[in-house]
């Protein structure tokens, strides 16, 4: 599943927002029963793995000069989860990459 959230902020501001927000990720997870772990392999992709009632999600963010681009592997046993997971996506990304904070 691949989402892209348009942003106006500037790579340097979003690695500044994801680096600031990434031990949030684990909050969006309804239950809070999951596990995140993100790793920086490069200064404009973070990867990340979410562990959830024994079910492993992966994937990575790049960072765009116009974009963000969500890219996440969902097992089978989740696909009904699609749609939840890519609304919270677009929502939490909306919010994160908004206009510039003061």
């Known amino acids: 599943m691949e989402i892209a959230i348009p942003h106006q902020l500037g ?3 979003v690695r500044r927002r994801l680096h600031a927000s990434s031990h949030e990720i684990a909050d969006a ?3 809070g029963m999951a ?4 790793s920086w392999p ?3 992709r973070m990867f990340m793995s979410i562990n959830a009632v024994g079910q492993m999600i ?3 963010i790049d960072i765009h000069d116009d974009q963000v681009l969500f890219h996440m592997e ?3 046993a989740l696909g009904f ?3 939840i997971v890519e609304g919270a996506i677009r929502q939490g990304g ?3 990459l908004g206009p510039p904070r003061d």
């Open 74 to 76: 969902m097992p089978p």
């Open 29 to 31: 997870i309804p239950g």
């Open 58 to 60: 992966t994937g990575h």
């Open 35 to 38: 596990d995140v772990d993100t």
């Open 42 to 44: 490069s200064e404009d």
């Open 81 to 83: 989860l699609k749609p």
């Open 11 to 13: 790579r340097e501001e």
């Open 94 to 96: 909306q919010k994160l």
